[in-house]
């Protein structure tokens, strides 16, 4: 059963910057899409971000683009998420999630999610 732990979650003023990383274990995962996505309180989980198992291509929601980029480092079975430009509209709790399969990016391909990391940014 795979296991995703997030981590790099914190306080930051608008304009500012974040990274978060996730650690997979339990499959193989380079066989397998990742991806990014958070809930903000009353919210419903949406999605952020997503990258294919080569990391050769990616799909962002409307509302990142141009400010997070999403990677992965298939030796260290990782997949980062640096957040630039953050707004106070970022605030949410962001969960790293295993795709179900290696090309699969959208909104349903994701059926693993780790615990969750808090962001929070204030004006």
């Known amino acids: 059963q795979v296991q995703l732990v997030e981590s790099g979650g914190g306080l930051v003023q608008a304009g500012g910057s974040l990274r978060l990383s996730c650690v997979s274990s339990?499959?193989?995962?380079?066989?397998?899409?990742m991806g990014w996505f958070r809930q903000a309180p009353g919210k419903e989980r949406e999605f952020v971000a997503a990258?294919?198992?080569?990391?050769?291509?990616?799909r962002y929601a409307d509302s990142v683009k141009g400010r997070f980029s999403i990677s992965r480092d298939n030796d260290k079975n990782t997949v980062a998420l640096q957040m630039n430009s953050l707004r106070v509209e970022d605030t949410a709790v962001y969960y790293c999630?295993?795709?179900?399969?290696?090309?699969?990016?959208?909104?349903?391909?994701?059926?693993?999610w780790g615990q969750g990391t808090q962001v929070t940014v204030s004006s």
């Open positions: 999630a295993g795709g179900v399969h290696p090309y699969g990016l959208g909104d349903a391909d994701f059926n693993s």
């Open positions: 339990g499959r193989a995962f380079s066989g397998y899409a």
């Open positions: 990258i294919i198992w080569s990391g050769t291509r990616t």
